[in-house]
C-alpha cells in the first residue's frame, strides 16, 4: 500500500487521485501535468505559471543544474525553489535523457540523488537508461538490468521525505515492460515513470505507446501513480489516461512554441498556416494569428507557449470532468476523430478491454454509442459476461421489438446492439440505458450477437428464438445454429394472431 497516493474516482483504468508530496507540503490532485522547466531558459517564469496557470508542481533538469556552474552553486545555497522562483512541488530529472543522448554522463546514481536532495528536490529521479523503441531485445534485456540496479541503488539512498522516481523501461517489448512495472513496484520507491516512449509519440505511432502502457501497467499495482515520462500533446492526454496515468510533463508548450507551433486537441497547426485561432484562451480571445506572428520572436515565443499551456490545462479539466462523469470514453472517441493516428490508438486501447474493465465501475453516468468503435468498449465485454450468470427459462424470445402481449414463450427479453439480450428488469441499469443510434450498425449488431451466442452456451437447455429485422449478414452468422431465427414482422403478426384468437374464443 502506498500511503502518498490515494485514488478517488475511476472511470475504466483513469482515476483522479491525490499525490501526498510532503517534502512540498503539498498534495497534488492528478492527473496532473507538470511543465517542463529548463533552468538556463524560463519560456514563462514559474512564478507566473502558479498564479496565471495553477499550477501546483512542475519538473527540471538536476543534471543541467549540475553541470552549469553559474547555478549550481546557487540551487546549493537557496535551494530549487528559490532559484526558480516557485513555491509549489519540484520534481528532477537525472540526466538519463543526456546518457541516452550523448552516451556517457559523469555522475551516478548515488550522486546525482544525494545532489537532487541537497538543492530541495521533493520528488527524484536515479540514473536509469531510457532504451528507446525497436532495440533488440537483448539490448532492451541488457539495459533493463542496468535500470533495475539504479532502482536498487535509489532504495539505498538516505532521502529524508523526499520522493523517489523508479522509471520502467523494456522498449517496445511488452514482456520486458511488464517484468520492469512488477521490478519496480516491488521496491520502496514512490513513482513510476514509464520511460522512453517519446520516439513513438513523435513518429504518431500512438498504437505502439497504449500496448507499451498497458503492458507496464499490468506488472504495476493499482495504487502506484504513473507518470507517463515526456508526454504532454492535449491531443492524447485522454488515451493516456484512459490507460492509468496519472502524471504528465509537458516541454511541448514552450518546444514546439519555439518552432511557431500552435497546439490543439487534435493535433498542431504552424501559426503560419491560421487565419483563425480555434480557442478563446487569453491569448487567442485578444490577438489574431496575424497580430501574433507580427511580434517579436521572444514575444510570439512566450505568448504561443501560453496558449499551448492553456489548452493543454483546459483538456485535463475536461478529461478530469469526464472521469467524474464516467464519460471518458466519449471524450476518447470524439479525439479519435481528430487524428488517424490518435484512431489507432483508441483501436488499440480497446484491444485492452479486459484490462480496463477490471477496474471499471459497474454504473456510470452515461454510455453513448458514437462509433463501430463502442461495440468494443468494456462495458458490453462485462454485459456479455455477465449474461452467464442470468437465469433463462425454457423457451425464451429475444426480440428486438416491443413485447408481444400474449407470448407463446415462458419468457420475453430484449436485444439491442451492441449488448445482446437482457431481461427487461435490467433495462434501467447501467450500461443497458445507453444512448444508442436509431441505425445500428454491424460493429454493433455483431456485438449482440456475440452476447445472444453467449447466453446460449451457457443455457444449452433453454430454447430460444431471436426475432430482428435487417441484421447484417455477419452478424447472423454469429447465431449458433440452433436458435431459431425469426423476422420481427413474422413474430408480431403471430402474437397479433394469436391475440385476436383468444379474444374471439373468449366472447
Ligand atoms: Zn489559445
Redo the contacts with the bound molecule.
Sequence with gaps: MREHFEIRDADGAARIGRLSVPRAGRTIETPALMPVINPNRLTIEPARLETEFDVDILITNSYIIHQTDRIRQQALDDGLHDLLDFDGAIMTDSGSFQLAEYGDIDVTTEEIIRFQHDIGSDIATPVDIPTPPDVSRERAEDELVVTEQALADAEGCEVGEMLLNAPVQGSTYPDLRERAGRHAAATDLDLFPIGAVVPLMNNYRYDDLVDAVAAAKRGLDADCPVHLFGAGHPMMLALAVALGCDLFDSAAYALYARAGRYLTVSGTQQLDDLDY?P?S?P??SERTPADLRAEDDDTRERLLAE?NL??TFEELRRIKQAIRSGTLFELIERRARGHPAMYDGYRALLDHADQLEADDPVSKGAFFYASAESARRPEVRRHHQRLDRLETPETLLLTEGGAPTDSAYDEVWRVRAPFGPFPRALADSYPLTATLPDRPDRAGQCAAADGVRSLAAANPGTTITLAVDDWHDDALARIPDRIETESLAAVQERETDGAAGDHDANQ
Design positions: 485561432f480557442c484562451c491569448i487567442c496558449h492553456h489548452v
